[in-house]
């Protein structure tokens, strides 16, 4: 079971490295679309939590960093977003900034190795996701299909 759980941490921190190597390439300028930011942000959170059951810091670390620090999104996307949000835009960003925000901190108690303040953290980083996905998810792939 215990190597299942490495071989299952290996793999994702290694598709995480690759992806972002693939978004870092040179002459690979574009930002990614909402949908490969979303992939992203999945696996950083499957990182805390592997970190958090295996009490393992250092990957609560990585995964809080990587959310704060995802690549922006495409133009095309801010587009579409702006359009199909409208004046609701800055609600989206509100909760974008608490994410980010609380990722930051979870990163900062994670490396104080502060269990309970992570998953105080954690805990508001799955509220901010889940509530922006339940206000906005529908209506924005509604509008990536209509596109």
């Known amino acids: ?8 941490a290996i793999m994702l ?30 696996a950083d959170i499957q990182l805390i939590n ?15 960093a990587a959310i704060n620090e995802h690549p922006p999104l495409s133009e095309e996307t801010r587009s579409l977003l702006q359009e199909t949000l409208g004046n609701r835009m800055q609600a989206f960003g509100q909760y974008d900034k608490l994410v980010h925000d609380t990722a930051d901190s979870l990163r900062n108690v994670a490396q104080h190795q502060d269990m309970g303040r992570v ?29």
């Open 13 to 42: 921190v290694s598709g995480i490295i690759l992806m972002a190597l693939q978004l870092n390439e040179p002459g690979n300028e574009q930002s990614p679309d909402l949908p490969t930011i979303m992939r992203l942000l999945s």
């Open 119 to 147: 998953l105080e953290q954690y805990q508001i980083i799955q509220r901010g996701c889940v509530s922006c996905h339940e206000v906005f998810r529908n209506e924005i792939v509604q509008a990536r299909t209509n596109q």
């Open 1 to 8: 079971m215990k190597n299942r759980i490495k071989i299952v």
């Open 50 to 64: 592997e970190g958090i059951y295996t009490e393992n810091y250092n990957l609560i670390e990585q995964g809080a």
